[in-house]
């Protein structure tokens, strides 16, 4: 059973950054695909980027340029560096991974993600 801690979370401007970080209680990263959801009040969770159990990344349209996923040589943590922060970003982001895909997959659907995190709360005032 892998266990998910996020952390990283918290309160900025617009304009400034925050680095989540997703810590695992096994090695898991390298083997895996890791997705990085976002849900704000009243809205659905959605996807915002992840890495493939290979290494490959894939990012959403209204992220791309702005947040970096990258993952550690462990292969225990991954990282979801975000810049150029704005009021829109404002949600609790949840780290998933899924074990059920290939090695060069990277979904972006909720089902097909079997482990979570309990979420940490990214607050972006403008």
């Known amino acids: 059973q892998v266990q998910l801690v996020e952390s990283g979370g918290g309160l900025v401007q617009a304009g400034g950054s925050l680095r989540l970080s997703c810590a695992a209680s096994?090695?898991?990263?390298?083997?895996?695909?890791t997705g990085w959801f976002r849900q704000a009040p009243g809205k659905e969770r959605e996807f915002v980027a992840g890495?493939?159990?290979?290494?490959?990344?894939y990012y959403v349209d209204f992220v791309k340029g702005r947040f970096t996923i990258s993952r550690d040589n462990t292969g225990n943590t991954v990282f979801l560096q975000m810049n150029s922060l704005k009021p829109e970003d404002t949600a609790v982001y949840y780290c998933?991974?899924?074990?059920?895909?290939?090695?060069?997959?990277?979904?972006?659907?909720?089902?097909?993600?079997?482990?979570w995190g309990q979420g940490t709360q990214v607050t972006v005032s403008s």
């Open positions: 998933a991974v899924s074990s059920i895909v290939g090695l060069q997959v990277i979904p972006t659907g909720r089902m097909s993600y079997n482990y």
């Open positions: 096994e090695r898991t990263f390298s083997s895996y695909a």
């Open positions: 890495i493939s159990g290979s290494g490959g990344t």
